[in-house]
């Protein structure tokens, strides 16, 4: 350990971001636990005001790598959402984790699920439309809120106001009554319902229960020339991965988590947070989908998920139609140090960059950009990566 220590102090500082959410705690534990130090690296971990920060960050320089929306890197090759250089996506941080939380101006008058709401803002005005946020323009939390909304024949364009937050900043909002509900990560939902601000009425996983969420990202300039270091990073993030996704470490995690440094938020709503599944259970919720998994079986950097954003852009008028969706998604993700990494640890890889991804009713068919129909077989090529058998560390 004192050749790793002397190796990491001689080795150059890396700046790695990340978002004060529950996603980015493999990261933390990461960095608390010593792996990235065991791996010879010597990282400082910054937390970020929001996604428009890590963007400008990661492109400028400012940054070696982060956490990272999983639609930042295809959008950065299509120049959109004021990406002025590409982003490469180079790993999983887990699926699942949002939610869609209403607010009290909502839920006191007896809007608290999809169908009230439909029911709700057919009797309002233009004007007294319910104004809902989501965290960035190319989230997932944009476009399955969308698809939420679509579900209960509400316009998300027309029937409801969207807009954009950072997410540390929903519940300040909601707070003073200038929002009317939001979807985002954990642990502001939770957050929101032990203040008594709202309630959750949406977990995105029963929309689509295997959606990937963050990723670990970086310019394409650096991993030029970088991508040992980018093997090392994600090997010490593999083993924060398997740390985070152990409930015996949930309370230690939650104390971890909710330092200053990191989410800045009491350690009770961290730990409620992190056992949303024990807790969380609404009328008609299919119990048995997991509310997030950062565990390593997720953590292949799939093309297929950048591919199913792109569609939904498409779907919604955001991306041109003639644009090549495929092209783009195979570019926004580098699987070569993710599969060396992963090989070093004895883990298994998918057989090819597109596996197939669970929906709600079937299969998402990357190659053929639709939904084959539910069957209880596994597709072979959708069969995730195993955890790796390291040694662990208690007490974050």
Not at 124 to 136: D, E, G, T
Request: aromatic share 6%; glycine share 8%; with cysteine.
């Amino acid at each position: 350990m004192g050749q790793d220590a002397a190796a990491a102090k001689s080795s150059p500082r890396l700046r790695i971001g990340f978002v004060a959410l529950l996603d980015a705690a493999p990261l933390i534990a990461a960095q608390e636990l010593g792996y990235f130090q065991a791996e010879g690296l010597r990282v400082e971990l910054e937390r970020q005001i929001g996604w428009g920060n890590v963007r400008d960050k990661l492109v400028f320089g400012h940054l070696a790598a982060s956490h990272a929306l999983v639609g930042m890197s295809p959008v950065s090759l299509l120049g959109q959402d004021r990406f002025p250089a590409p982003l490469t996506s180079i790993m999983s941080l887990g699926t699942g984790g949002n939610a869609i939380t209403l607010g009290r101006r909502l839920t006191d008058v007896g809007v608290d699920n999809l169908e009230s709401l439909a029911r709700y803002v057919s009797s309002r005005k233009r004007s007294q439309l319910p104004l809902i946020a989501h965290v960035f323009g190319c989230s997932m939390h944009h476009y399955l809120l969308r698809d939420w909304l679509a579900s209960g024949q509400i316009d998300p364009d027309n029937d409801v106001t969207l807009c954009v937050l950072p997410p540390s900043q929903m519940n300040r909002q909601l707070a003073t009554g200038a929002l009317d509900g939001f979807c985002a990560g954990e642990p502001w939902n939770t957050a929101a319902e032990h203040a008594g601000l709202g309630k959750i009425v949406a977990a995105t996983t029963d929309l689509l229960p295997d959606h990937p969420e963050k990723v670990l990202a970086t310019s394409q300039r650096w991993l030029i020339g970088n991508e040992p270091v980018a093997e090392a990073l994600i090997r010490a993030v593999l083993r924060g991965c398997q740390y985070c996704s152990d409930p015996a470490n949930f309370p230690d995690l939650a104390k971890t988590l909710a330092r200053p440094q990191y989410l800045d938020m009491a350690e009770a709503v961290v730990l409620k947070s992190l056992t949303l599944d024990r807790w969380y259970a609404r009328p008609g919720r299919r119990g048995a989908t997991a509310l997030r998994n950062c565990s390593t079986a997720v953590t292949f950097p799939a093309v297929t998920h950048g591919l199913w954003l792109l569609d939904q852009m498409r779907r919604w008028g955001h991306v041109p139609p003639e644009v090549d969706v495929a092209a783009i998604a195979r570019a926004a993700v580098n699987t070569g140090p993710y599969r060396r990494a992963a090989a070093a640890m004895g883990l298994a890889c998918p057989p090819d960059d597109l596996p197939p991804m669970r929906s709600a009713s079937g299969w998402f068919d990357p190659k053929q950009h639709s939904i084959a129909k539910q069957s209880t077989a596994v597709p072979s090529s959708a069969v995730g990566i195993r955890a790796p058998a390291v040694p662990q560390r208690q007490g974050v």
